[in-house]
């Protein structure tokens, strides 16, 4: 009760030195930075119970609060980036089964029967390298047709030889 009544003596007194001071001041401008002052050192009086009260112990397992919350937040944003890594792996796979689908429609349109196909896209979405798997009976009914889908992926993907490959269906 003593250290209560202490205080209150303490904060009654500071208060009426600073009104005091705050009204003795010559110039209005300089007023209100003597009230802003003032303000700060009386929340500071305010404020120092309770410091005390928590002493340095306090305050450390303050400072333990803030710094896991910090470290929470940073394996949050690790988290995020790997989900968004994974959701873009999603999707390219997504694209190279679509580009894959449409390569099939485009041979079928040339009049070329596709078994399968698949498409590798580079981190850009542009093809890497195609891969077709031809009907087996196709060989049998138009001898070129390995040259012909080769020339239609080096005309539609812009790619060299190297990034096809043609299984001619047991050959």
Do not use: C
């Given at each position: ?111 070329i029967a596709v ?52 299984d001619e269906g047991?050959?």
């Amino acid at each position: 009760m003593g250290t209560v009544l202490n205080w209150m003596k303490q904060f009654l007194i500071l208060y009426l030195i600073l009104t005091i001071l705050t009204q003795l001041a010559a110039a209005e401008a300089y007023k209100k930075y003597l009230r802003f002052l003032s303000g700060i050192i009386l929340m500071l009086v305010l404020v120092s119970p309770l410091l005390r009260l928590f002493g340095s112990e306090g305050f450390g397992s303050v400072l333990q609060s803030y710094d896991r919350f910090w470290d929470s937040m940073d394996s949050f944003s690790i988290e995020a980036a790997n989900i968004e890594q994974m959701q873009e792996k999603r999707r390219m796979e997504k694209y190279e089964q679509a580009a894959a689908s449409d390569l099939i429609a485009f041979a079928k349109a040339q009049g070329i029967a596709v078994n399968r196909a698949s498409v590798s896209l580079n981190e850009d979405y542009t093809v890497n390298s195609v891969a077709v798997w031809l009907e087996a009976r196709q060989k049998q009914l138009d001898p070129a047709v390995r040259d012909r889908m080769a020339a239609l992926l080096r005309q539609a993907y812009q790619l060299q030889e190297h990034q096809i490959f043609i299984d001619e269906g047991g050959e």
